[in-house]
């Protein structure tokens, strides 16, 4: 259940509330928007009557949710999350982010020399693996913490935020000095358990698609994390596996809007994983962008086809910097800024 407190509600009237939410058995999520506050009630609230708490002083309106997603739908907070980091970077509300850096970390030099180029071009956010997911065991598998202690390092020298996947729950503490925002691959968008543990950090986390799972499904995911209290979570569209063969995946442009009207949680477009091919990344950037993500995903490497992974899909530097700037144009275009 929802219940929307007036503008005007004091926080003893919001506390009263709480605590009569609770009493009648149900978890309740609070979140302070701009003009009000929305208190979600999750729990067993079928057999609750609604009036009851309607009448209680202070509260505008209550009602139930019918989505079998309750803290990712849009009513808990109607104007939209914003992530906001550190470094005073945000991903949501009206500039776009960008992302950036290799798919693995390989080595200082190629790790200093992204995140000089991404500063350089204006992003904000430096991201590289360290654990990477592999179809095959016998590829590259990254560097486990040591690379992501480079990666750290480099964020740090050059003001950016540090995103680095995780791929299992015994890799969040020792991730956690250094990792800025935590990302959960496609393959593990439905390890509840990991998901359940990322709910209780207080570091945002980047949540991609499942290569064949819904819209709603993704949304499901992602209440694992908000349920434990950790609302900092991001959604990721990389592409669904269709039968396309042209390209990696298919990347659902459409899945944005969708988003954006079912959730308030903001959501990347990645189009490296989401085509897997360099030449298709920048016009479905653009689309990503035009169609209202709040932030893309790209994948860059100053020596592009010899990167340790996702080579095919890697963009140069000077692809990367042309990409920024037409980003820009498309940004402005949409009523956004880059
Ligand atoms: C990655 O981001 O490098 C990656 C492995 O992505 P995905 O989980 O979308 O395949
Ligand atoms: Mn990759």
Known sequence: MIVAMQEKATEDQIDAVTNAMMEAGVNVHRTTGVSQTILAGVGPTASLDLETFEQLPGVLNVHRITAPYKLAGRAFRPEGTVVEFPNGAKIGGNQVAVIAGPC???????????????????????????????????????????????????AEENGLMAVSEVMELSQIEAMLPYTDCFQVGARNMQNFNLLRELGQIRKPVLLKRGIAATIE??????????SGGNYDVILCERGIRTYETSTRNTMDISAIPVVHKLSHLPIVGDPSHGTGRRDMVAPMAKAAVAAGADAILVEIHPNADKAASDAAQTLYFDQFEKLMADLCVIATAVGRTL
């Open 104 to 154: 693995a970390i390989e080595n200082s030099e190629q790790i200093f020399t992204i995140a000089k180029c991404v500063k350089a071009a204006g992003a904000k956010f430096l991201r590289g693996g360290a654990f990477k997911p592999r179809s095959s065991p016998y590829a590259f598998q990254g560097l486990g913490i040591p690379g992501l202690k480079l990666m750290h390092e480099a």
């Open 217 to 226: 499904e993704l949304l499901l995911s992602s209440e694992y994390i908000m």
